[in-house]
Every structure is written in C-alpha cells, then in structure tokens.
C-alpha cells in the first residue's frame, strides 16, 4: 500500500491480509500520524512526514486481529447542529466542549484470533507514540460491537455508528452499540454471529 499527501508518496508498507478498514490517520499538535496494522495481528502508528513506523505491538500468532480503527476528534463528537459553523476554542468553553483534540486515544476492533466471528472493541493508549509507545488495553472486557450490518460483520460503516463518546462536567464516556448472546439454560455468553 502506498501512503500519499497529495501526489507525494509519503511511505509503503505491505499488509498480510486484507486492508479491511485498518489506516486512520490523526494529529497530535502539528504532527500527523496514522494508525495502520501492516501485520495481520498487530497495530503499528505511521509518522505521515517520513512514512516511518514509529511504534507499534510485536504480531502474535493467537493474537487480537484488526479490522478497524478510530481516534476520535472535535468533529466526530461535535459534529451536531448546535456545534455547526463553530470552531474547537471559538467560545469561552469548557474542556469537555473542546475534547477531544489531542489524538491520544483511540479504538481498535476486531477479533482475538480463533475465538469466534464476532468483532470486540479495545482501547489504544496513544499518548505514549511519539516516544515509541503504542498502548492497548481490553479496558472494556469481552465487548461484542454491533456494526449494523448483518451478521455484524462490515467493516466499512463509519465508527460514530457503533462507538459514540461525550463528556459532562469532566467526566469522559464512550457508548457502544454492542450485542450479547447468551444460551437461555446456562447463562454462557456465545458468539451471536454463530
């Protein structure tokens, strides 16, 4: 795959699957990065000045399998009719009507390789990256996305559909659209796609 600004061909790298929905591209201040996942089971943070990977996980054979990703900014959270024709900090606002703007986190889903067909949702710590450090945490434990498709699988709707975040007096929240499945006679959860 080639990663180009305009006609410029900012960096190269060949992925071992599928591209599915797996380049996001974000800012951290005046730098632009790019989530990107050139190894089927690992994600790896492309620096879009040089197309030099900068951080990322080592794959794992069994690991967590990307699908997609998403770093949330001002317009996807804002992106509503009482924020339109607004800039980020064009009013004495408070931090939550300016978050998020940093670029220091964002979402990964996918699935953890073999254990069923159902997408899970994780979180990416992405405030370390300029250092090198790329962060994911199952923070949100077993979390089955529902993407809105059948059978839950297209990867191509946009992420504000399923992952929705907000912010009330300093206190950050995401909600995500998700599906359990469970068997009536023991309480087992079970992949709903199965």
């Known amino acids: 795959m080639e990663v180009l600004d305009a006609d410029r061909v900012v960096g190269r790298y060949d992925r071992n699957y599928a591209m599915l ?13 790019a989530l ?4 089927y089971t690992a994600t790896s943070v492309m620096d879009l000045e040089t197309g030099e990977i900068i951080a990322g996980e080592e794959p794992n054979a069994t690991g967590f399998c990307p699908v997609g990703f998403y ?31 940093s670029g220091d986190f964002g979402f990964v889903w996918g699935c953890i ?11 990416l710590d992405l405030s370390p990256v300029q250092d090198g450090e790329l962060r994911r945490e199952e923070r949100f434990g077993y979390t089955i996305l529902d993407t809105g498709e059948p059978e839950g699988r297209e ?13 009330a007096d300093d206190d950050r929240r995401v909600d995500f659209r998700s599906v359990q499945s469970f ?6 959860r079970t992949d709903p796609w199965a």
């Open 155 to 167: 990867m191509w709707r946009d992420p504000r559909e399923f992952i929705r975040l907000w912010s």
């Open 113 to 123: 390789w073999g254990d069923d067909s159902s997408w899970k949702v994780q979180y």
């Open 21 to 33: 929905r797996t380049f996001e591209p974000f800012r951290q201040g005046e730098r632009h990065f």
């Open 71 to 101: 770093v949330p900014d001002w317009w996807d959270v804002h992106e509503t009719d009482e924020a339109q024709g607004v800039l980020p900090g064009s009013r004495n606002w408070t931090p939550d009507h300016e978050w998020p703007s």
């Open 183 to 188: 068997h009536l006679a023991t309480g087992e």
């Open 36 to 39: 990107v996942s050139p190894q």
